[in-house]
């Protein structure tokens, strides 16, 4: 009897179990991280199309378009928003970083509305400079800048709701599910390079939550209607864009590099700023480069539903049909011809849209082919052409910065800002 009734319950176990897998598999997120970009587009490049024969004309609809991505779907560019430098302190050259130089900028950023300013910190690390010319990556990061580049003397931001520190629980989480790279660049690599890096946490200006970020987007910009005023992305963007202007006098480059939202700031703040020279675009996904339309993985609603404060208000009209947008992302990287943009993905980071970033990429190459720039070359989505000026990078693996993520990101510096 004993017997018997261990049997029936290891049958209603399992079954329980069996169910349960059932149901996780019925779930779209699962079902889409399930699976895999192809190496060939399955689908024809972008709509609507890009059908220019003349710079002059494609100048006139850029402007166009530009209006468009703001009223529609970011919010305006705040064009009050100023950056202020109060000090630059030098850090004495630590023997586990390779860099020449390392300075700790604490700036104040102004609006209109907000004309005494919120406090953000930016860290600069300049390498052993071969020439006097040089190009910096301006990088927004996940993690605050004192877990980014953890020197003494590096501050940690005050207001802000988590830390990434080496030894904490969240930094392993961080590291386990996104990557070696996710909390801090390799910072010698890139110095050992030739290249110079920039670093600010975008959540120390305006938090990254809901309710936070519409509590300071009202406050920092009451001048602006509630349709007019940005997003956070935009905002983020902002702060890149008046950096790119203070940085611009000592450095011959600048590249915007950002992962996943912060790919999204780094696309936007180049068309915001004539002074950004290049962009690393990582995984950027909805938002970013991949495409709002007819596409799998997160969709515009998705987005809107998770992080409502990313984008303007007027975007939650178009969150169920973006098809009656009037501008697609493709629209975005046609109008950083002919600056050089890497657009990196993975092969299993569908929820981005890897195919979807190759689509717009291609829809793209009409535009640099005016400005005689090679474009992309590649016809598949693994064929990595660092040479060219939209070159496209996937690796295997999952939404994050890995091992084999900065090898790539160098190559391309590289080939365009040797």
């Known amino acids: 009897m004993r017997k018997s009734l261990f049997g029936f319950k290891r049958f209603w176990l399992l079954l329980a179990l069996l169910l349960g897998i059932i149901f996780l598999l019925s779930l779209r997120p699962v079902q889409i991280l399930l699976q895999t970009a192809p190496d060939i587009p399955r689908a024809l490049p972008a709509e609507p199309a890009l059908k220019h024969n003349n710079r002059s004309d494609w100048n006139k609809d850029k402007w166009r378009f530009g209006e468009a991505m703001q009223a529609e779907l970011y919010g305006q560019f705040p064009s009050s928003l100023s950056i202020k430098i109060d000090t630059v302190t030098k850090l004495e050259k630590p023997a586990e970083i390779s860099a020449a130089e390392i300075e700790v900028w604490s700036l104040m950023v102004t609006t209109k509305s907000d004309p005494n300013g919120r406090h953000l910190d930016f860290v600069l690390l300049k390498p052993e400079k071969p020439n006097d010319l040089e190009t910096v990556i301006l990088a927004q990061t996940f993690c605050p800048i004192h877990n980014v580049v953890p020197l003494s003397g590096v501050p940690a931001p005050q207001n802000i709701t988590f830390s990434c520190d080496g030894n904490s629980f969240f930094s392993s989480i961080m590291h386990y599910f996104f990557g070696r790279y996710i909390v801090s660049p390799p910072l010698n690599e890139i110095l050992n390079a030739g290249y110079a890096i920039g670093v600010l946490f975008p959540p120390q200006y305006i938090a990254d939550s809901p309710e936070a970020a519409q509590r300071d987007l009202d406050s920092l910009f009451s001048d602006l209607s509630a349709d007019e005023r940005p997003g956070t992305l935009m905002v983020w963007a902002a702060l890149s864009a008046e ?176």
């Open 243 to 418: 950096l790119a202007g203070s940085l611009q006098n000592d450095f011959d480059s600048i590249v915007a590099w950002g992962h996943s939202r912060y790919g999204k700031t780094a696309i936007l703040a180049a068309l915001s700023s004539r002074d950004i020279d290049g962009v690393i675009a990582h995984q950027s996904g909805t938002a970013g480069a991949s495409l709002s339309r007819n596409k799998p993985g997160e969709t515009l609603a998705d987005l809107i539903a998770q992080y409502p404060h990313w984008l303007g208000l007027n975007a939650r009209k178009y969150s169920d049909n973006p098809a009656v947008l009037s501008f697609d992302q493709h629209h975005l990287i046609a109008a950083l011809a002919p600056r050089p943009i890497l657009l990196g993905n993975a092969r299993r980071d569908v929820w981005s849209d890897p195919e979807g970033a190759f689509r717009a990429a291609l829809a793209a190459n009409k535009i640099y082919d005016l400005y005689v720039s090679e474009g992309m070359t590649a016809d598949r989505l693994d064929e990595f052409r660092p040479a060219d000026d939209i070159s496209f990078w996937i690796r295997p693996g999952t939404h994050g910065i890995v091992e084999e993520d900065w090898p790539a990101f160098l190559a391309f510096l590289k080939a365009h800002f040797p």
